[in-house]
């Protein structure tokens, strides 16, 4: 049996598995330990397009409706997360796409066919076993077994030491993030928690781009988590087929009631990137770039009355430089310009500069777009309503949470805004449900990044539950 279907027998068993703990009777699930927790989401998103010159002409608007419906299932010693999502329930692309290779469609195009998946996200088994010996006396091992998410990463807008695989932070639609297969052997000391493990990141079922792909490794390493009076630390080592050596650690310092300082770096190897090619006739292209450093900064602050205030700085060198996305931009537009077919004859050499042009939008795909990053988060506590006089004599008001990210690039001035309005319709302890209202604008100057992105901003409506 090969690894792909492997994975995907893993992926069958365990549906099968929490399909056939759905159907226990409940006097059989009380008896043997079954919890159950359910939790599904709807988002309607509509999207504003732009003209980008690494992306082919798009419609000027799309709107969508997804949903994701999720158990958690315990069972003893077994833990699971399964998920159903659903993509496209309705599409509609509206607006006209029009370009200098073809003439300006108008109306709306038909809607995209429903699509579904199960996914697997987390199955693991977690227990231990006791060692003894004259050195140590006797010492328990806890072991984890299976696929699950390690999510070790220090930080709000980025995590460097998210390393088995990197999640996506703050996203503002349905996203269903999947773990690794994962050994892991862990005890405790005086010092803290020491951990071996072996991971396989390959295991995922739902679709990846190349440098998803390229990056899936195995490898062994050594964590130590430890905490010594307001402050906690962590570092580890690591090893695997793709990064060849990585080293990291984080630290997490309570400087008083209001203020927290929070830091991490690693540095890898060998990484994996796009090239930017010497010639415009040659496309961007995935190769090994060396080794490769990230590091995060970041310092909290809150008060009694309910403000969170993050700001934070991080630097990751596999992402493009300002020079080479301002090179990107001009390669695509000069590409784009050439690709103006006036005879049949020029139709082959016209698709040729359009693949050439769209190569570049792989830089879109890293784990940052760009290197320099710097990113202001605030949140209110539905709470804080409470105190101030005009906001206590409206009712409502005091189930609304309002959140505001703003990432801002230093060196080409791009911005990316994301503001979230959570309203708590219904909470009884057993069963939840709110309204989520969530905006994102991708914008600022004119040749930066972020500006040059193909949708100029997303407007989503979610409703989500709990059961």
Not at 276 to 304: I, K, R, Y
Request: glycine fraction near 8%; charged fraction near 15%; include cysteine.
């Amino acid at each position: 049996m090969n690894k792909n279907k492997a994975i995907k027998a893993f992926n069958n068993i365990g549906i099968l598995m929490i399909l056939m703990l759905l159907n226990t009777p409940c006097s059989a699930a009380s008896n043997s330990d079954l919890s159950l927790h359910w939790d599904w989401m709807i988002s309607a998103e509509s999207v504003q397009s732009r003209n980008s010159p690494f992306i082919p002409p798009q419609p000027d608007s799309r709107q969508t409706i997804d949903g994701l419906l999720e158990v958690e299932v315990g069972y003893k010693q077994w833990l699971g997360l399964i998920s159903l999502k659903t993509t496209d329930l309705y599409s509609e692309n509206q607006g006209s796409t029009s370009s200098t290779r073809q003439n300006t469609l108008s109306s709306n195009e038909p809607n995209s066919d429903p699509s579904a998946e199960f996914i697997i996200r987390e199955l693991y088994w977690q227990g231990g076993f006791s060692l003894a010996n004259e050195a140590l006396d006797e010492q328990y091992i806890d072991v984890t077994l299976g696929k699950i998410r390690l999510d070790w990463g220090v930080g709000y807008g980025y995590r460097p030491l998210d390393i088995i695989k990197p999640y996506r932070r703050n996203p503002v639609g349905i996203v269903a993030e999947e773990g690794a297969g994962v050994v892991a052997l862990s005890v405790f000391d005086a010092t803290g928690e020491w951990t071996l493990l072996y991971t396989d990141s390959s295991w995922t079922s739902q679709s990846l781009n190349d440098l998803e792909r390229q990056s899936q490794q195995q490898g062994v390493g050594i964590r130590h988590y430890g905490m010594q009076g307001e402050q906690e630390y962590q570092w580890l080592a690591y090893y695997d087929d793709v990064r060849h050596g990585l080293i990291g650690g984080s630290m997490v310092s309570v400087l008083d009631l209001a203020w927290e300082f929070h830091g991490s770096a690693t540095y890898q190897h060998q990484s994996l990137g796009y090239e930017l090619p010497s010639s415009n006739q040659q496309p961007v292209v995935l190769s090994e770039q060396g080794n490769a450093f990230q590091t995060l900064l970041g310092l909290t602050w809150a008060n009694e009355v309910g403000n969170s205030i993050i700001l934070e700085y991080w630097y990751d060198s596999r992402a493009w430089s300002s020079s080479q996305w301002q090179q990107a931009i001009d390669t695509a537009t000069s590409l784009n310009k050439i690709a103006t077919p006036s005879t049949n004859s020029t139709q082959t050499g016209t698709s040729q500069n359009t693949a050439l042009s769209a190569s570049y939008a792989q830089g879109f795909q890293l784990s940052n777009i760009v290197q320099h990053n710097v990113m202001l988060h605030w949140s209110l506590n539905s709470t804080a309503w409470a105190q101030w006089d005009w906001s206590r004599e409206i009712n409502w008001i005091q189930h609304v949470t309002p959140t505001f990210d703003l990432l801002y690039s230093p060196q080409d001035n791009g911005i990316i805004a994301t503001q979230w309005l959570n309203y708590e319709w219904i909470d009884t302890g057993s069963a939840s449900l709110d309204l989520e209202l969530a905006a994102r604008f991708l914008t600022g100057k004119s040749n930066s990044a972020y500006a040059n992105l193909p949708d100029k901003h997303m407007i989503l409506l979610n409703l989500k539950g709990r059961f």
